[in-house]
């Protein structure tokens, strides 16, 4: 198990955007600025805590809790999530993404921009 505090993470609606390669003229997908800020911080907040983060191998479970403060009328906290598991895969904390049993967010207090839980799933649990 382990805790990793993170930054607020972008929505999926907004991580990426579309465009013109300079050099083909191709359409591309290119990474959203939000989501290169995210995995930028992301990197500074888990370097400073990666002495206390174990590694969850196989079948987990997750919760979010996205910072309360920084909520916006309209916001959708919902989508979140999927920067912060992709991230936790980067860093090598869990296995895989598609390993997840089940996970949950919330919005509440935390000390950055979103803080997750992650679980080594249990047989039997409610996940």
């Not at 805790?3 to 959203?32: C, H, Q, W, Y």
């Not at 935390?110 to 409610?126: A, D, L, M």
Request: hydrophobic share 35%.
């Amino acid at each position: 198990m382990f805790v990793l505090e993170m930054p607020f993470p972008p929505s999926v609606n907004d991580a990426n955007r579309i465009g013109k390669s300079r050099k083909t003229g191709k359409v591309v997908v290119f990474g959203d600025k939000g989501k290169l800020k995210f995995l930028k911080d992301a990197d500074a907040l888990y370097m400073a805590q990666q002495r206390r983060l174990s590694f969850v191998g196989g079948p987990f479970t997750y919760h979010i809790t996205l910072n309360e403060k920084m909520r916006k009328p309209a916001m959708d906290g919902d989508n979140r999530g999927k920067y912060v598991l992709d991230y936790l895969q980067r860093v090598g904390l869990i296995e895989n993404d598609k390993l997840a049993e089940g996970g949950s967010w919330s919005w509440g207090p935390c000390e950055f921009g979103c803080s997750v839980i992650v679980k080594p799933y249990q047989e039997g649990e409610v996940a």
